[in-house]
């Protein structure tokens, strides 16, 4: 099912897995978000809407609807993909 943007998340881990199921998980952002990773405070710049730290693995997701602004970006732990 498809909530459009009216969709509502409890965390990362849910984003990743409807962002897995919409195929999106790959596809640049817009504009790559700019912030600081929240487990090892290094500065990373995403430009998938599931993305990696390249530096400790921890996991980042934010729905295309939200990816506009960097605090609708939820950290989704460290995930196999």
């Known amino acids: ?3 459009g943007c009216s969709g509502s998340f409890n965390d990362g881990i849910e984003v990743v897995e409807k962002l ?3 195929g999106f998980s790959s596809q640049p952002m817009p504009v790559p978000a ?6 090892c405070n290094t500065e990373i710049v995403m430009d998938t809407f599931e993305y990696e730290c390249p530096h400790c693995g921890m996991v ?6 939200h990816a506009f602004d960097v ?3 939820l ?7």
């Open 75 to 81: 950290s989704a732990g460290k995930l196999n993909k």
């Open 60 to 65: 980042y997701a934010v729905t295309p609807c």
């Open 1 to 3: 099912m498809h909530d």
């Open 20 to 22: 897995r199921m919409m």
């Open 71 to 73: 605090a609708n970006i």
């Open 34 to 39: 700019v912030f600081t990773c929240k487990e």
